[in-house]
Nanobody, 124 residues
């Protein structure tokens, strides 16, 4: 089992920045690829970004490329999502998810451990 806890969400003005953290406990974190997803009210959950278990492969949704950066610190069992130039349309609950030995993003089904989510609200 892997337990994931997200933190770092909050209220920020458009153009501002936030850094989300996804901290894991349980099994060897370095063996898990991690992805961030988000879900806005009334919308389906969507992919945001992913990092491979080795950390060398990173994927981004087109809507966040150039604004969001994913990284990981295996010594701290944590994956980060640095978000800059935030827009009101980035408002959502952000979830992290982990999957064993995931090397790239191929879909949600690769991830079988999920956190409880953290709210990000961007005001205009």
């Amino acid at each position: 089992q892997v337990q994931l806890v997200e933190s770092g969400g909050g209220l920020v003005q458009a153009g501002g920045s936030l850094r989300l953290s996804c901290t894991a406990s349980g099994r060897t974190f370095s063996n898990y690829g991690v992805a961030w997803f988000r879900q806005a009210p009334g919308k389906e959950r969507e992919f945001v970004s992913a990092i491979s278990y080795g950390g060398s492969n990173k994927d981004y949704a087109d809507s966040v490329k150039g604004r969001f950066i994913i990284s990981r610190d295996n010594a701290k069992n944590t994956v980060y999502l640095q978000m800059i130039s935030l827009k009101p349309e980035d408002t959502a609950v952000y979830y992290c998810a982990a999957g064993a030995f995931v090397r790239a993003y191929f879909g949600e089904n690769e991830y079988n451990y999920w956190g409880q989510g953290t709210q990000v609200t961007v005001s205009s």
